[in-house]
Structures are given as C-alpha cells and as structure tokens.
C-alpha cells in the first residue's frame, strides 16, 4: 500500500449515510435495483444486499477464475503465552462480528453484476465456528509446537467459499494450557490493511471487557461506502490524469523462464538480504531528502527491473488506502484500490534525480486514487488476459503498520509471527513485498514459478539487496555507472561467455589469410576433388592453377592488398576460382547474385565504392562501373603468379570480404570482414565441428545459401580450410527440396554436411531428409530460433552431428554454438571458439546471468565495420571493455538474450524492430524507404505476421496518398519492388489501408499490424474467383489454394497477394510435382504477376530418380 507519510490525505467524497433507497449502479455497470432492501443506514439490525464496490468486484471475479488459489487472503498467526480465556475470546469475536458488516457478508452473483448480503447480526449463516478448539498432537513439547506450525499452515491454506461464507476463521491451537496459536484466517475481499489494525486494535479491546468495549459505534458501514461508490459519477479530471500518464502503456516483457505446467500461479518466496542497520539508514536516507521510504524502496525496484527484463518503461502495480472520507478508517472492509505506477528509468540520472522523478509519481497517484482501476482499464482499453493483469506485471506490496505492537490480549503476551503459508497462489506475477514485524523491515521476492524460475528469482534478490546499498552509498553517480556485479562475479560472468580456447599466441607458420589455407590444403590433398559445380569437377590442384592464373589477371588490373573486387556470376565453378584468385592477389571480394534487381547491383556497388568487377557478358550488358573485367579477360594472365615468391602480402588484418546486410535507415550496410576473422572461423570455430567425422575421410560439404551471405563463404571453408568436396548447388536446385533430396539417394551426390536455416530444415526433414538412403551427417541449423519440433527431432537421431549455431555477419557468421544431443530444448549455444559473449544493459555494463540485456560479441571474428559508414561503424563497433587484449572490439548485435548459468546463451527478440524471416534478418525500414518511394504511397510500414503453425511472413501495410487511391494495388506495389529489392526482402503480403493504426501516443501500432488486425482496410490481398477453361490452371489454382490455406484461388491471383511465402512456393512446387507430374522453378514465382503465367511455366517432367520420400516414425 502505498505509505501517505508527509502527505496530506486528498479530499474525497463525503460518505451517504442517510440513503432510503439504493439509486442505479454507475461507473457502466447499469444495473436498476428498486426492490432491493437496504437504507444504507449503520447499524440496521435486518440483512440486505447491496452492489459489491469496485475493489470486491475484482477480487469476485479473480475468485472465480482462481477458485482454490489462497492468495487473497490475511492470515495473521499469533503465539499467546499466558491462561487465553477461549471464552472471553469468543465474546469478543461476536462483538466485532454484530459491529461491522463486512464479517457477516457473503457474496452472489445475478446477471453479471456482484452483490453483497450483509446477514442479520443475530442469524448464523456467517457465524465463524467460535472457536474452533484444536489439540496439538505430540509427547513432547517441542513435538506439539512442530505439530501446531504444520497445522496452523494447513488451516491458513483452506479456500473460501464467497457464496456461503463464512468469510474469516479463527482457530485455537492448544500446545499447552500456557501456550496457544492463535490462527486467523480472512479473504480479502472483506478486508484490509488498515482494516486488520482495526481488528486488532478493536479485539483486545473488546477482549478486555465484551460486555462495555471501550469504543464508540462506528461512523459508517462498508456498505455505505459501496452505495456512495456505484451512486457516484466517475471523476472526469481523475480519469484524464491517468489517461494522459499510462496511455500506451503495456506490461513490460519480462523474462519468462518458469514451469510449463498448467493451471494457475504457483507462489514462491524468497528473502532479500538487506541488514537491519542497512535498511534503517537507507530510510534515514530517504526522510532526508523529504522521500518517503515506499517511494524510495520502489525507485530500487524500478531500476532493477529495468536492469533484469532490459526495458525502461515499466509499470509496478501497488495499493491505495482507498477511503476517500476520514471517517471510514474505523471501518473494517476492503478499500484498498490498485493503481498503476508509471516510470521510465534513464540511465544517465543519478539516483537523487531519479528519486525525486519517482517520489512525485507517488504523489500523484495518491491525489487521483480515487478512480477504480476497472474504470482506468476500461477508459484505456489495453490487451487483456485471463493470467495477466492489463497494465502491470510486478507489482510492490508495502505493510505501513507494524501490527506486532497492535495485537494485545488482556494478561497475556501476544506474538504475531510471520507469514507460515506456503505460497499456493500469488495475486501478481511478481512481487515485492515489504513488511514491518517486531521492528524489523523485511524485504521478499514473490513470484509466480510458472513464470519464472527459481534460479532468476535468486538472481532478482541478491541483485535488489546489492543494489540497495550501491544506491545508498553513490546517490550522485548516474544510474548506469552502478554495477551489479563485484570483481568476484564480474569474472565468474566473463568466463560464462568464454569458451575457454585462448586468443593470441599464432606462430609466425600459422596462416594468416584465407589463401594460406588454401595453399595448405591444396598442398596436402592436390589430387582431391575439391569442388563439383556445372558438371564440372575440380582437383585442389587444378582449383588452385585456375585461381593463380586468374590472380595474374586481377593483379595486372591493379588489385592489391585491400582492394575490393565485385564478383557477379552464377553458382559455377568460376564463382569459386574468382573468389579464391582475388585473395591470392591480395583483394577481397563482394559477391553478386545476377538475379538480383539491376537497382540493388547498382546500390550495393555504390556503397563499396567498387572499382572492379568479374563477371559474364550479361552483367557487362546492364551494368557501368568503372572497371568490368569479363571473364574471360580476368583468366588471362599477363604477368607473373601473385601467389609465388612472396610478391603479394596478406596481412591478417587486410579485409577478406563484404558482405551486405539490412540497414535500418533504409540503407544496407557493407560488412568488412578481415583476413584474421575469417581465419579464426575456420581454426577454432569450424575444425571442432569437422574433427567429429572420421580422420582422413573427405565427405560432401553443401553450399546451399545465397552468394550474396556471409554463410555461403562459411561453407566454402569446409573445402577450403579441411580438404572436403564442396558441392555447389545451382539457383534452381538449391530451391527445389525434391531435388536436393534426390541428392541423397546416392553417395556421390549426397549432402553430408548440411547448413541451412531452421525453417527451410523443418521442411526438409518433413519431406524426409533423415530417412535418406545417405542422410546429412552433420547438420547446422541458424538464422532463427528452431522451434521446439524441430529440436527433437534432430535431437532424438541416433549417430547425427546436429549444431545450432548463433551469430551475425558482423562477428564472421558465427559466435556461439550448441551441440542439440547435449540440451533437450533450444539454446542458442556457449561461445564458439575465441569468440566472446556478453550481455549488457544499455550502459554496457555486464549483466549477471539470467539477467536479459544486450548481446555483444567480441574476439577475433569482430568485423572491421561498414564499408564507408563510419557513424554507423562507431555506433555499433564499440570498444570492448572486458577484452583481455588491450585495444579490442566488439560488436553490439541489438539482439536481447541473456546468459545461463551454464553459459549457454537464451535470445529473447530485438531491441530494435529489425525481423527475422526465413533465417534472414530484414530491416523494417529498408522495406518501408522502398515503398515509399512509389509514387503513390504515402505511408508504409512492414512486420512480421505469423498465423497459426505457419512460418512468420513478411507483410507490407501501404496508405495511398490523393493521386494514389485508385492507382495503388498489392499487384502494382509488388511490381514496383521487384525492380528495387531481392528477393529475400519482397513482402509475402501486401495490404493496402485507409490509415495505418496507431497507438495512444500517436506512434504506430505494430503489435496491431502484426497480430493482423489493422484497421481501414481499403484493399486486401488479391482473392480472385476467375476460372479457368485450362484443367492444369485449375489444378495449379487448387494446389495453391490448399497450399496457403485460403478457400480459392484464381489465375489472377498473385501468389504472394494471397499469403504465399518462399518455403510456400516450395511446398507448392513439391504437391505440383507430384500430382500434375509438371516441373515448376522457383524463379517464376517471382517472374510471374499471377497463377495464369505460373500455370504457363509448367514443364515437362524431369526424368532424374527421386528419393523415396519417406517420413520418420516420430515426424
């Protein structure tokens, strides 16, 4: 409850206590009430029913949907030494029972509305079994204390029931004549805190003598309360206030780590450490600087939560006194109103500052705590949940009183102990509770275990009472200076995210550059088959002759150390022997898809200001740079062999690569990625993996991804770096999943290392990868987080080498890896070979484990930065400041995740609202500039929407501006993007709205977009019904239709318009193959505006053997 010290109690309405009849219920609830008994006048000796307030309402309704939880309940416990006179006892409940109301009301429900039926003081259908006398059992005395604690637990863990009461118990543990346990059990929705002083006080008074208690008759009944309440209109001004201070707000994500089990909260207590003399001067502290204890406890608390769930707007719930009329703080009843309190932690504020921010939300919510929080909720109408409250998921329980020195028996020592129940069920989430007993301030985590483990929680109280005192003693330092972790546990943190393998000591034999690598292996294995492409075949011999001849020719250009080269050629063999020349001239590559749009080509080139390109007679005939190298000019060799004595140098920090990924500003970014990185990747990331098949053994290595990523280069190092054969899978093949399947019916052509995204794998297994004559032997999945399906079944394959590996281009592909065998759910992995994982908060200070921040990563595979960025570069690319080795960097990922205690690595989403789609990360804004520069949109917004057990999509919500309205079509939108975007970055759906939604601070509403539900819907996805006199259109219409899950398609429809995806499109053409006995490319998916072109593109069979596409017993 929040602690009114230092404040003066606002003025609320004044209570009715002369009504002659109950008027219509108000705050929406509507309900006509004429013949209803009750004159609202205190002391009425008749039983009436009055409409439940506000607060009990809530508390009704939480009741039913939780009927056995006991979390709403006061359960005070008391040791009585002395001779308890049981009778004496039990006068004195009969006289606080006949003086207030509330202990002799139960609760019914009629058409949706609550009501209270306050009994007769002399009938007996709420009478409390007065008393219920029980023995303890035991021979000896400390035999019979143990026996009344368990049962003094059992009793305070009993439900009510609302309907037939009684709703509070009392109970009589006898453990000796001189000694009882005195158990009082009540349900909230008939109590209170300040109404349990009330009781307290009031018992021992009456106790004293029941016959003449020392009191006056109370002022009001809590009836006369809930009458004023449902009579009185909703304060206006009120409700504005907390419109204006939690509009927008949503519960903040916390990290969720509990038993997945069902059913209701399942309550857990943990203590916070704070010494006795650390919180006396932490009050101290706060009284002198005019704060309030509360206000200072919960600024504590808000900066944690922000520390632990990474997130600076946060929402804790709390408790009101909620009597707005002075005389009512005699009464017993529930009052108390829960309010919301709003804060947004700025790291760079000291704690003096942020104090003072927080102490003054305090005051406010007590000046308009008047309002019922069902009335705030409904005014502003957020996501509801049956388990979540809508506006706040932690909250803060604070005892102002210390009732230990308010119970008091006549002649007797009275003991109030603390809380014996074992946390059945929990009002909140999570919980700080703050309590006064004896003197001493104690300070618990409540939390609810399906939500959140154990380990985290123990994590939260530590860091709370850590972080209490740090506050206490550095009030001027800013917020984000305060570390969570002493040099103890800073290293113990460090060495989670290490691997353990050291960075530094290279020989001066150790490669330094990619080609080094290869001249080894080339070396070592020259008559190897090292790449198999086109129908061609390539020793290392005859790969590493084309490669030198060709650096001739590169070199004779003007390629040096650290020029970059653009490649743009079709999955060949050239492609790889271009790729390995340029290193041995000393350049780096930019690898180009020529079924890119020209647009992209030309962007991407600009960005890395290429000079150079190696490509065919068609690149030569769309594209001017400065230099276009033909192929065939670039394999001529005029002048001597870079690769021989030593005329080339490769230092380990000249770059190797570029690489382009999303950028957020609409424009992509140019990864650099050093020689160094590059060979880190292969010597300590990739050779633990590869040393797992048998020594001596080549084995197939798939280079299945797009050129244009950084992973297609990770595969080339299986042969590049270990001596494999690398089976480069053309454009057409690489696609087609019965194709690549076919693969596995025969050695030769089998795939046995495998590394492709989560989702593409989940559909090849389904199709029966693993039931192959020659299944994949090792298998690495990435790009996104495997669904739990698919991490059993790759876990539960006997012999299979399966790897989920986690990393960016920016860190060379990969930083952590998990062997799934080892983990029987998703982890993303420890940290992969020298490679460095940390979790920060947005001050990059280190996290503890379990606590969520975000992912950086440092080491070796650390990129150079963005290709002529350099704001970008130095925003992300940022001094490490836990390197063991001076002058490093690293990389922050805008990735959320946090650490394990065993080092394994969890991702909890983005810190930015960058997606992930397929394996590939795609920014938003990159989509959204490409929109709006059609001419005809005005406003565009794109994000991730997923349906059901379908993958997520990419979808684009477009407005039209006023000479767009007719013009704009998802078709035209889509055509527009394909001369501007590849592939990867084409929406699967495009929505055209009147308006795009937007949330109360006037931002857009994303979660609306993505939950697929916007509002002004002008034009939807295309769903033509046009038929077909063609039975293959008709058919391909079908298929497509079953396929996306729509009830018809037309042969105007656009694939993509009506919900298709990529992986769609292969499921597509797999059902096609099958049933239409027709061959279908990909490609024309995205060539052809509709399903009457697709149906065009229809091929002949191919005559090639197809695997038996056999599914596992498990799949």
Not at 677 to 706: D, I, K
Request: proline share 7%; net charge negative.
């Amino acid at each position: 409850m929040i602690e009114p010290e230092n404040r003066v109690l606002p003025k609320g309405r004044p209570i009715d206590r002369g009504r002659a009849s109950v008027p219509r219920i108000r705050h929406g609830h509507g309900l006509d009430m004429p013949d209803l008994e009750g004159d609202g006048l205190a002391g009425n000796s008749h039983s009436r029913m009055v409409p439940a307030s506000s607060p009990q309402r809530r508390m009704y309704f939480s009741s039913v949907l939780r009927p056995n939880d006991t979390s709403d309940v006061w359960r005070p416990v008391l040791t009585v030494a002395g001779n308890l006179s049981t009778d004496r006892l039990e006068r004195a409940l009969q006289v606080l029972r006949g003086r207030h109301e509330a202990l002799r009301t139960t609760f019914l429900e009629r058409g949706g509305e609550v009501f209270q039926w306050v009994h007769d003081e002399d009938g007996d259908a709420t009478r409390p079994p007065l008393i219920d006398l029980v023995e303890a059992e035991g021979d000896s005395h400390d035999e019979r204390r143990a026996w009344a604690d368990a049962e003094a637990r059992r009793l305070v863990d009993l439900p009510f029931d609302l309907a037939s009461g009684p709703l509070w118990r009392t109970s009589v543990i006898r453990i000796s004549p001189s000694l009882h346990l005195l158990v009082f059990t009540f349900h909230h929705i008939i109590t209170d805190e300040i109404s349990g002083k009330v009781f307290a006080e009031e018992l021992g008074l009456a106790y004293a003598d029941p016959h003449a208690p020392a009191f006056a008759v109370p002022a009001a009944q809590y009836a006369d309360f809930c009458l004023t309440e449902n009579a009185s209109e909703v304060d206006e001004a009120a409700l504005d206030h907390w419109r204006g201070r939690l509009a927008g707000m949503q519960p903040a994500p916390m990290p969720e780590d509990g038993e997945d089990v069902p059913g209701a909260m399942i309550g857990s207590r943990l203590p916070i450490a704070v010494p006795q003399n650390a919180m006396a001067e932490f009050e101290e502290f706060c009284r002198t600087r005019s704060v309030t204890p509360f206000a200072g406890l919960l600024s504590v608390y808000f900066i944690l939560l922000h520390r632990w769930a990474g997130t600076s707007d946060i929402s804790v719930g709390t408790q009101t006194h909620g009597r707005p009329d002075p005389d009512l703080f005699g009464t017993i009843g529930f009052f108390s109103n829960t309010v919301a309190l709003r804060c947004r932690v700025d790291s760079a504020l000291t704690f003096d500052q942020f104090l003072g921010l927080v102490s003054e939300t305090v005051h406010d919510a007590l000046d308009y705590q008047d309002v019922p929080f069902e009335v705030v909720v409904g005014a502003l109408a957020p996501d509801r949940a049956a388990d979540r409250n809508p506006l706040f998921q932690a909250a803060i329980t604070y005892g102002m009183t210390d009732l230990s020195d308010v119970w008091a028996l006549e002649g007797l020592q009275v003991t109030l102990l603390p809380d014996p129940a074992e946390l059945s069920g929990l009002q909140f989430d999570l919980s700080l509770d703050v309590q006064r007993l004896a003197g001493e301030v104690s300070l618990d985590v409540e939390f609810n275990r399906r939500r959140f483990s154990d380990a985290a929680m123990r994590r939260f109280a530590k860091a709370y009472g850590d972080l209490l005192g740090a506050l206490t003693r550095q009030p001027d330092v800013a917020l984000g200076g305060i570390p969570l972790l002493d040099q103890a546990a800073l290293t113990e943190t460090l060495a989670l995210g290490a691997s353990g393998e050291p960075e530094g000591g290279r020989t001066p034999s150790d490669p330094t550059s990619a080609w080094d690598l290869f001249e080894l292996t080339a070396a070592a294995v020259p008559e190897r088959e090292a790449v198999v492409a086109d129908g061609a075949r390539l020793t290392f011999a005859e790969l590493a002759g084309r490669a030198r001849t060709m650096a001739a020719g590169l070199a004779a250009r003007g390629v040096r150390t650290g020029t970059v080269v653009g490649i743009c050629l079709d999955r060949r063999s050239d492609l790889i022997v271009a790729m390995l020349a340029t290193w041995c001239a000393g350049g780096a590559f930019l690898l180009l898809d020529p079924h890119q749009p020209e647009f992209r080509r030309r962007l991407v080139l600009q960005e890395a200001d290429i000079a150079l390109v190696v490509a065919d007679e068609t690149f030569a005939e769309v594209e001017t740079v400065s230099t276009a190298a033909l192929l065939a000019d670039a394999q001529k060799a005029p002048g001597d062999d870079p690769a021989e004595g030593g005329l080339v140098r490769r230092p380990a920090a000249a770059p190797a690569y570029v690489v382009f990924t999303p950028g957020s500003a609409g424009r992509p970014r140019g990864v650099v990625i050093d020689q160094a990185s590059l060979v880190a990747l292969a010597t300590t990331q990739l050779a633990p993996v590869y040393a797992r098949l048998p020594e001596g053994r080549q084995v197939n290595v798939g280079a299945l991804s797009a050129v244009t990523s950084g992973v297609f280069v990770s595969q080339c190092l299986g042969m590049i770096a270990f001596g494999h054969r690398l089976l480069l899978i053309d454009e057409d093949e690489r696609t087609d999943p019965y194709q690549l399947l076919a693969r596995g019916s025969d050695p030769e052509t089998a795939i046995e290392v495998l590394d492709c995204a989560s989702g593409r794998l989940d559909m090849l297994v389904d199709d029966g990868l693993l039931a192959l004559p020659h299944p994949p032997k090792i298998v690495v999945i990435g790009g996104e987080s495997p669904s739990d399906r698919l991490w059993q079944r790759l876990h539960d394959v006997p012999g299979l080498l399966a790897f989920h590996a986690y990393g960016l281009n920016e860190c060379t592909v990969e930083s952590a890896r998990a062997e799934i065998r080892e983990h029987p759910e998703p982890v993303a992995g420890r940290a992969a070979g020298t490679s460095r994982i940390y979790v920060v908060d947005d001050q990059l200070q280190l996290l503890p484990s379990l606590f969520v921040g975000e992912i950086c990563v440092g080491g070796p595979g650390v990129a150079q930065g963005y290709a002529g960025q350099p704001a970008h570069t130095s925003e992300r690319f940022v001094a490490d400041p836990f390197s063991p080795v001076p002058g490093q960097r690293m990389y922050r990922t805008g990735d959320k995740g946090r650490l394990r205690p065993d080092g394994q690595l969890e991702l909890w989403g983005r810190l930015d609202d960058q997606l992930k789609i397929r394996g590939l990360r795609i920014e938003p804004a990159e989509v959204e500039s490409a929109l709006l520069a059609h001419p005809a949109v005005a406003h565009a917004a794109v994000v991730a929407a997923q349906a059901g057990t379908r993958m997520a999509e990419l979808v684009a919500y477009v407005v039209p501006g006023d000479a767009g309205q007719d013009a704009l079509t998802p078709a035209t939108v889509r055509e527009f993007l394909r001369g501007r975007l590849p592939s990867a970055l084409l929406p699967d759906r495009v929505q055209v709205l009147a308006a795009l939604p937007t949330t109360a601070d006037g931002r857009v509403d994303r979660g609306k977009l993505s939950g697929g539900d916007p509002t002004g819907t002008v034009s939807d996805t295309a769903r033509g019904v046009s038929g077909s006199a063609d039975p293959r259109e008709r058919q391909l219409c079908q298929i497509v239709a079953e396929a996306i899950g729509v009830p018809q398609a037309g042969v105007d429809d656009n694939f993509f318009d009506l919900g298709g995806d990529s992986l769609l499109a292969m499921v597509v053409i797999g059902r096609v193959r099958a049933v239409m006995g027709c061959e279908l490319r990909l490609r024309a998916f995205f060539d052809m505006r509709s399903l009457g072109e697709l149906a065009a593109q229809l091929g002949a069979k191919d005559s090639a053997p197809r695997p038996v596409l056999g599914r596992r017993a498990d799949s």
